[in-house]
């Protein structure tokens, strides 16, 4: 028992509990053997009466004859079917000689319903957990979990600066690899096929033209023990296809590329890309942009996390943008003076949806008369009109850099800044605050962003904007539960419809906004600012652990529910019937409602707000 008890605690979701809950888990562990490629659960419409663990060995999980994935030890499979009380949707057998542990579901289903298996119960649905009910088919295996260690598939060319593009070239394919690392002593360059054709063959160099001169330098990299969707998350962000894997000493490992990284759906972010970055006029790209939604839809069935999803919206966006901007200069010249564009809210945070709309900010050097004003502000309605087209939605409420509360010289917007957060209650500052402390740079050199983050950092007097922030952050609170068909609220009102970006996700990412800018941080994403809050202390570890995982599950169900209504062609909202979800999803969220409720009361009571 105490062997069993060792080895489940190393695992999710038992890695949490206290040493009584896993010892009696531990004690009630059915131990079975299946030999080689023997049926575990045989039949896909039956449901599972049991939740095994692979304790050696490893499970086949197979739908039609297609192989869905491989589990291995710690893994968990069935518990779904169990708890659901709905058919496996697929076959499970031994790989390879295999131990498993059985656990009924009176033991089982404790430690499932707690509010620490959020994050388990988020992350299985890449292993067949359906958030909402009536999903018939399981996501094919993805790479995004595994180390990208794990995924490389041929050793890397290293090469001295001095080498010639035609030695090089040489040495790629006898690799077979399509690209060569240049070794530049405290930091690695980076020389594609790509590079060979349009830097040297294109152009006519010589053959013995030297790497160093061609190569692409310094190589954005990745650490050996990131995930196949850290990886991807970085390759979109910067716009390349090969990552240079380093080791923890900083020695290379190999080069992932996005071959490696992901099936043909996978790639439809990069594609797309490439083709709004040619597109050479505004209708172009609206025409490129239109194939967002069918891209979102490919990267969730490929098994990529809410987050990863998000990320993949915010980097079209910003391509879409950057390119409209640079049509704009080319048919109407630049303006007079440096500016950064700046998106904010949930762009800013890298955090969209299919559903969310655009808030962008202006910030140029130079004064702030009303004449350059108005010449920045027509160009923002230029840009701003060919993005309407590409299919995003522009704020309705008028945080656009189109208008003037919205575009101004950096040097008035840090006076703002510092205006808003010692008197965030004169002219809509806690609004403007919430929305500006998000922005991230789309287009610009200026160190726009930088600046206003340092205003904001820098005012003295902030405890009454803080304050004001963690008020906002205890308005909307979550509902207590389901009952029937209907959502509960603390009012004691029944709805027919959850809003899961209203009642969901806003508490969190207000709890986050003013625990992450309480602990000095300013323009960052919702898990960010929950780990920094964490490490400043103005979180504890138990509430970062609360939010965290409401904020993973939360953000699943969210993207889930809208690329099914893609899929179905329809505009995506943030309203769910409640009957839509699947049992186990309803008392998941049930108990992450109760987490962030927690969070609030104790914020409440820290601040010393009145109770209520």
């Known amino acids: 028992m105490h062997d069993i008890a060792d080895f489940l605690r190393r695992h999710p979701p038992f890695d949490d509990l206290d040493e009584l809950t896993l010892e009696h888990v531990a004690a009630h562990a059915e131990i079975e053997f299946h030999a080689a490629h023997v049926a575990i659960l045989q039949s896909a419409e039956a449901r599972s009466e049991f939740a095994y663990v692979v304790r050696r060995g490893s499970v086949e999980l197979v739908t039609d004859g297609r192989l869905l994935d491989v589990l291995g030890e710690g893994e968990m499979f069935g518990f779904a079917s169990l708890l659901e009380e709905a058919p496996l949707g697929f076959v499970a057998r031994a790989a390879e000689d295999t131990l498993v542990l059985r656990f009924s579901a009176d033991v089982i289903r404790p430690v499932l319903e707690r509010p620490a298996s959020a994050r388990f119960i988020a992350r299985s649905m890449n292993k067949g957990v359906r958030l909402l009910a009536g999903h018939d088919e399981l996501p094919v295996p993805s790479t995004g979990g595994r180390q990208v260690r794990e995924l490389i598939r041929a050793s890397p060319l290293l090469c001295p600066p001095a080498t010639s593009v035609q030695e090089a070239a040489r040495g790629m394919v006898e690799r077979g690899v399509t690209c060569a690392v240049v070794d530049l002593g405290d930091r690695l360059g980076i020389v594609t096929d790509r590079d060979i054709r349009t830097r040297v063959v294109a152009v006519g160099a010589h053959p013995e033209t030297p790497i160093s001169e061609v190569m692409s330098a310094p190589a954005w990299t990745v650490p050996a023990d ?47 890309r490439a083709a709004i970055a040619r597109s050479p006029d505004a209708e172009s790209v609206a025409r490129a942009a239109a194939e967002l939604p069918d891209t979102v ?88 009109s060919g993005v309407a087209r590409s299919g995003f939605r522009l704020d309705a409420h008028g945080a656009l850099a189109s208008k003037a509360l919205f575009a101004r010289s950096v040097e008035a917007w840090e006076d703002a800044a510092r205006a808003w ?192």
Request: charged content about 25%; proline content about 7%.
């Open 226 to 272: 990131s995930t196949g969707t850290d990886a991807l998350l970085t390759m979109l962000d910067h716009g390349v296809r090969h990552l240079p894997v380093l080791d923890p000493g900083r020695r290379l490992v190999g080069v992932l590329d996005d071959v490696d990284l992901m099936a043909s759906e996978r790639r439809a972010p990069f594609r797309l």
């Open 297 to 384: 839809i490919a990267l969730h069935d490929a098994g990529l996390p809410a987050a990863a999803v998000s990320r993949a919206i915010a980097s079209i966006h910003d391509s879409v943008t950057a390119r409209l901007i640079d049509l704009d200069r080319q048919a109407h010249g630049p303006p007079p003076v440096p500016y950064t564009w700046l998106a904010m809210g949930s762009f800013g945070r890298f955090e969209p949806f299919p559903s969310s709309d655009i808030d962008c900010a202006l910030a140029w050097d130079g004064p702030d008369d009303e004449d350059l004003r108005g010449e920045m502000q027509a160009l923002a309605e230029r840009v701003l």
């Open 421 to 612: 957060v010692e008197h965030p209650d004169r002219r809509r500052g806690l609004m403007l605050l919430s929305v500006v402390v998000e922005s991230n740079p789309v287009w610009g050199a200026t160190a726009a962003a930088e600046r206003i983050a340092a205003a904001f950092a820098r005012t003295p007097n902030r405890e009454v904007m803080l304050k004001r922030l963690a008020a906002a952050a205890l308005v909307e609170r979550p509902p207590t539960g389901f009952r029937r068909h209907f959502v509960l609220h603390w009012s004691g009102e029944r709805k027919g419809e959850l809003d899961i970006k209203r009642r969901g996700l806003h508490p969190i990412e207000s709890l986050a906004r003013w625990s992450g800018l309480a602990a000095g941080v300013s323009a960052a994403s919702t898990r960010a600012r929950i780990d920094a809050s964490e490490g400043a202390g103005t979180l504890d570890a138990e509430d970062a652990v609360l939010l965290r995982d409401a904020y993973e599950l939360v953000s699943a169900l969210r993207m889930e529910h809208q690329v099914e209504q893609l899929r179905g062609g329809l505009p995506p909202d943030d309203l769910i019937d409640p009957r839509s979800l699947a049992p186990l999803t309803r008392t998941s969220l049930k108990e992450a409602f109760r987490g962030v409720a927690r969070v609030q009361r104790g914020v409440r009571l820290q601040l010393g707000f009145a109770p209520r």
